[in-house]
């Protein structure tokens, strides 16, 4: 090589990583795909079949939309209630203030 030229692949040669793969495809890894896409054909129709009728969704949101109702229910018996509370408790605190000198005057006696 005359002087002052690089080697094109560098001092110890190409940096590149030579990837060493097969040129024909492994013949049971072939036949296992197959089998593969053949057991996952098999199972994606097992599901439509399994899959309920018109009649049975049907059935089955009217009993989602009595549970719903029922909540709902139960949810404004509750918020009601809390209501309830909440004002039994602020009558509770006025009257207590509204009392608190006099039990302590009482107590200095």
């Not at 110890?12 to 089998?35: D, H, L, T, V």
């Not at 719903?68 to 209501?83: G, P, R, Y």
Request: charged share 30%.
């Amino acid at each position: 090589m005359p002087p002052g030229q690089k080697n094109k692949r560098g001092a110890r040669g190409s940096f590149k990583e030579e990837i060493s793969a097969a040129k024909k495809s492994n013949m049971a890894s072939s036949e296992a795909g197959a089998r593969n896409e053949e057991n996952l054909f098999q199972a994606s129709e097992q599901a439509e079949q399994e899959e309920p009728c018109l009649h049975e969704i049907k059935s089955m949101l009217v009993d989602i939309q009595i549970t719903m109702s029922s909540i709902v229910l139960e949810n404004k018996q509750l918020k009601k209630e809390l209501a309830d509370l909440k004002t039994e408790n602020s009558y509770w605190n006025r009257n207590c203030r509204r009392q608190l000198p006099h039990l302590q005057q009482q107590e200095e006696v």
